[in-house]
């Protein structure tokens, strides 16, 4: 599909830096002017193992057309806060078809080369790429999108020491607005894409909308140490981790403290939806419990009932 330059400057933008300042110092200012950006479900976070569940419904993720012809010609712009590409058709299928707005790095600096904003297990890596797309099957565009709560999902992928797909767009980076070849996208990302981190968090930048989708790859990929050493004006652009707020970090793979299965439950569902969960369930505890207790059930069977005839809400049921 061909790639066009995005008209993200709609009704409401997607980010607005003329407050912004990196640092603890600058991030404790955030919330003056932009509300959300003290709020709750803020990212990005710490995924620590004990936090994590185990999601049998997620699937590996599946990206399209993010093979760039080199005629597509791409803008990349340094916007004060980092290196975007502005546009593309590019799609992944999540809960929804989400088309690909544009991608952004976050780095650390020559004194403090650590500057992922995700960590896992309190590692932070030297950098980070977000891919920021939108809810194309419900809004037209990523502005319209953003401050909803199903608008956005962002892939998100730590950087470590070398990838050669990185050279095509870092001799560029000092540039203030350029055009740059199509190129394949996907080569940015880890080659397994069925390993992965997924919990609902926010925009890590102002207004800090909480209405992310995040996916954070568990495999991170290489930079080299030429890359790294290239002059970027943009540097320190992270923010620190944010508190977890009781939030379930689903992971693709078996890893952490339980190992526990969990089941995301929609609010409001039909008669029919929750008889077809309730046996389900019945299945997969006889399967893990091989017998099962009348009392264990019946608990289980009054929690559904009682999880879907609440207000329509997202619940995260964990065995």
């Known amino acids: 599909m061909k790639l066009t330059e995005n008209p993200i400057l709609a009704s409401k933008s997607y980010k607005d830096d003329s407050f912004v300042q990196w640092g603890p110092e600058g991030e404790h200012h955030w919330s003056k002017h932009y509300p959300f950006c003290g709020g709750t479900f803020q990212s990005p976070i710490d995924i620590k193992s004990e936090l994590l569940r185990f999601d049998p419904a997620l699937r590996p993720i599946e990206v399209q057309n993010y093979n760039l012809a080199p005629d597509e010609q791409l803008t990349l712009g340094n916007n004060g ?5 502005k546009s593309a058709e590019s799609s992944i299928n999540l809960r929804h078809r989400y088309t690909a707005a544009q991608l952004h790095f976050h780095w650390g600096s020559s004194s403090r080369p650590a500057g992922s904003e995700h960590m896992v297990n309190s590692r932070q890596y030297a950098a980070e790429m977000h891919v920021v797309h939108y809810n194309s099957e419900k809004y037209p565009n990523i502005s319209m999108a953003v401050d909803k709560s199903d608008g956005l999902a962002v892939l998100g992928v730590l950087v470590g020491d070398f990838n ?9 980076i000092n540039d203030h607005k350029v055009q740059v070849p199509g190129f394949n996208v996907r080569a940015l990302l880890p080659t397994r894409l069925d390993e992965y981190y997924r919990y609902d968090g926010s925009l890590t ?8 989708l995040w996916t954070v790859f568990k495999n991170h990929v290489t930079i080299s140490q030429k890359q790294d050493s290239v002059a970027i004006p943009l540097h320190s652009n992270f923010r620190k981790p944010k508190l977890i707020d009781s939030r379930v970090v689903l992971v ?3 890893e952490g403290k339980y190992n526990l299965l969990c089941f995301v439950i929609e609010g409001k569902g039909k008669k029919k939806d929750i ?17 099962l207790p009348q009392w264990l059930w019946l608990m289980w069977h009054h929690l559904l009932l009682a999880v879907f005839y609440t207000k329509n809400v997202k619940y995260y049921l964990c065995l």
Do not use: R
């Open 81 to 85: 806060h980092s290196c975007e590409y």
């Open 205 to 212: 930048t102002p207004p800090c909308y909480p209405s992310v």
């Open 164 to 172: 050669p797909a990185y050279e095509q767009f870092l001799k560029f």
């Open 275 to 291: 008889a077809l969960l309730l046996t389900w369930l019945k299945k997969q505890l006889l399967v893990v419990c091989k017998s």
């Open 252 to 254: 693709s793979f078996k």
